[in-house]
């Protein structure tokens, strides 16, 4: 295994349309976690899926996002009607929980979007 | 509120010269844990130490360490004859434990980014 995969590297598109961003994470991992990076500061927390179920979003998962992790393997991010203000990193990462909780979170090299 | 503060914005060394990455948190609970992760130019984040709120013992890995004060809330980071593939952005962080034990729903602060010059 490889480690976190995340595509496409690198997202332009223009204002209003709907991208879509993938995420394929350790494949042992159980916990799939998002977060957005804007340039200069730290990742935020977007969300976070134990196998198939979302068990928490921040509040800076706006309505025109979205997220599903159908079978527990993959992950897909999506967002609508897409505006400047949402060019950023997006980065994805993989842990193992278990009966105390999760190990280390490994990161993929995260989706790079602009908006114009 | 939770939150981590990197006051260092910068820093600038010259190889084999030692430097501390500071990192200083607040938050209300008691058991808590800390992070230290690396972020080189090609973007993924690579995960350095995870230190839980009870163990405030100091840790060496090579050559780095890190230095947990609860008294000071602070978490400092040290490397020592520094290189020039340390060279990157590292950010501190905090998680909180929730019922399902430690997660990686990680507060980041905003960075320290270290350029080791040869």
């Known amino acids: 295994d490889t480690g976190v995969s995340q595509n496409p590297r690198h997202k332009i598109t223009k204002r209003g349309q709907n991208v879509t961003f993938r995420c394929d994470p350790i494949?042992?991992?159980?916990?799939l976690y998002w977060y957005r990076q804007t340039l200069g500061q730290g990742p935020e927390f977007l969300t976070y899926?134990?196998?198939?179920?979302?068990?928490?979003k921040s509040r800076l998962l706006s309505d025109r996002f979205s997220a599903e992790r159908p079978k527990g393997s993959f992950s897909t991010l999506e967002i609508q009607r897409t505006e400047q203000g949402d060019s950023a990193m997006y980065l994805c990462?993989?842990?193992?929980?278990?009966?105390?909780?999760?190990?280390?979170?490994?990161f993929g090299q995260g989706t790079r979007l602009t908006v114009v | 509120a939770q939150k981590v503060t990197q006051a260092q914005t910068e820093i600038s060394v010259v190889e084999k010269e030692d430097v501390t990455l500071d990192c200083v948190y607040e938050?209300?609970?008691?058991?808590?844990?800390l992070f230290w992760y690396k972020q080189p130019p090609s973007g993924e984040l690579v995960f350095l130490i995870r230190?839980?709120?009870?163990?405030?013992q100091n840790e060496i890995s090579g050559r780095y360490s890190w230095n947990f004060q609860k008294s000071t809330s602070s978490f400092n980071f040290t490397i020592t004859a520094s290189q020039v593939v340390d060279s990157a952005v590292y950010f501190c962080?905090?998680?909180?434990?929730?019922?399902?034990?430690?997660?990686?729903?990680?507060?980041f602060g905003t960075g320290t980014l270290l350029a080791v010059q040869p």
């Open positions: 230190r839980n709120s009870f163990d405030e």
């Open positions: 899926f134990q196998n198939e179920a979302q068990l928490e």
């Open positions: 494949s042992e991992h159980n916990r």
């Open positions: 990462a993989s842990s193992l929980a278990g009966t105390v909780g999760d190990t280390e979170a490994f």
């Open positions: 962080a905090l998680s909180e434990r929730n019922y399902g034990g430690a997660t990686n729903k990680l507060i």
């Open positions: 938050t209300r609970d008691t058991t808590y844990y």
